[in-house]
């Protein structure tokens, strides 16, 4: 079992810059590949990016190549999303998620998420 909490969302002018965290329970956060989807409204839940278990590997969503950075603590059971360059279209509640197998949690379907964290990106 994996609690995941996220932090970190806010309310920030486009073009600056937010930092997202996911604090994980137990001690098995290693096994798990993490990742962040974002919801914007009345759309569907969407893959922002991905981290392997070491970290030593990365995806992305095209929209946020080259703007967004996702990396992992596996010692402080944390996984953070570096946001810059940030436009009104990125505006969405940001999820963490974790599963075992990558290609889960590539399309959406992770055994774990958070509650969601808003993140408001003002024109």
């Known amino acids: 079992q994996v609690q995941l909490v996220e932090s970190g969302g806010g309310l920030v002018q486009a073009g600056g810059s937010l930092r997202l965290s996911c604090a994980a329970s137990?001690?098995?956060?290693?096994?798990?590949?993490m990742g962040w989807f974002r919801q914007a409204p009345g759309k569907e839940r969407d893959f922002v990016a991905a981290i392997s278990r070491s970290g030593d590997a990365t995806y992305y969503a095209e929209s946020v190549k080259g703007r967004f950075t996702i990396s992992r603590d596996n010692a402080k059971n944390t996984v953070s999303l570096q946001m810059n360059s940030l436009k009104p279209e990125d505006t969405a509640v940001y999820y963490c998620?974790?599963?075992?197998?990558?290609?889960?949690?590539?399309?959406?379907?992770?055994?774990?998420w958070g509650q969601g964290t808003q993140v408001t990106v003002s024109s």
């Open positions: 137990g001690r098995t956060f290693s096994r798990y590949r």
């Open positions: 998620a974790a599963d075992l197998s990558l290609y889960q949690l590539q399309n959406a379907s992770p055994d774990y």
